[in-house]
């Protein structure tokens, strides 16, 4: 079922990049996405069964708006306090816990606080134990607060 | 057809401001740990914003479809990349730098 699956994300994937629709172009599409989903069709999906992978991505569907306008948070007060004269960091690093325990929940919560104002992932690992860069007070405060953590749960289930 | 060509010109503008102001950061900030943010966040959207901009000024076709692709990748390697490098200079023992410590 994975390999089926891997296959056809593969095959929409070779017709977007190629664009065209001859037979002969088709059929080797075919026959590359079908050789490429045996390499690596428990690496898309993993271990979980495909009706979890589906309705995680759909959720993460939802997730992405919320991420995208911290993204943009992010960047304009990176640009403040790039350009300010005096430059107002302080920088700390601080340490938690999470209830997370799924490879994708742990990974796109390290990725989101990445992405999300004045904080940088340093370690994320399979435990949830998480160790993270803050560049002022406040964003730590903020990541600690918990409201990420809770958004990524409700991705993971 | 203008519209969409002049806001397509703004995203290049606004995603060329982010780059520079990345490098500025990258520059400006005292320690690799603070470095890492201006190079983790403002690359990453600064990039998407200029693809973005190129997906406005070609309309819908499969150049922007790939265009489409290369955003979201940068969305999922960017911050992976700069977790790789924050992680190996913690490995090593990089103490990250404090407020009141000198700058260099």
Known sequence: MNFVFTSIIMFVFWILLSGEFHFLLMLSGIVFSLFVAYISHDLLIGSDNIRLFSTRMLRFCRYVPWLVWQILLANLDLVYRTLHPKMPIDPQVIRFDTALRSDIGITVLANSITLTPGTVTIVANQDGEFIVHAIARKPAKDLLAGEMQAKVKRVEG | ?104
């Open chain 2, 1 to 104: 057809m203008v519209v969409t060509t002049i806001i397509s010109y703004l995203f290049l503008a606004v995603g060329c401001f982010l780059i520079v102001v990345a490098s500025i950061g990258i520059i400006r900030f005292p320690d690799v740990y603070s470095r890492i943010h201006p190079a983790g966040k403002s690359d990453t959207l600064g990039q998407a914003m200029i693809f973005i901009g190129l997906m406005i000024y070609e309309g819908l076709s499969f150049v922007s479809i790939k265009l489409l692709i290369i955003v979201i990748f940068i969305f999922i390697t960017n911050p992976t990349a700069t977790h790789a490098l924050v992680n190996a200079a913690h490995a090593a023992g990089l103490k990250p730098w404090e407020k009141g410590d000198d700058r260099n």
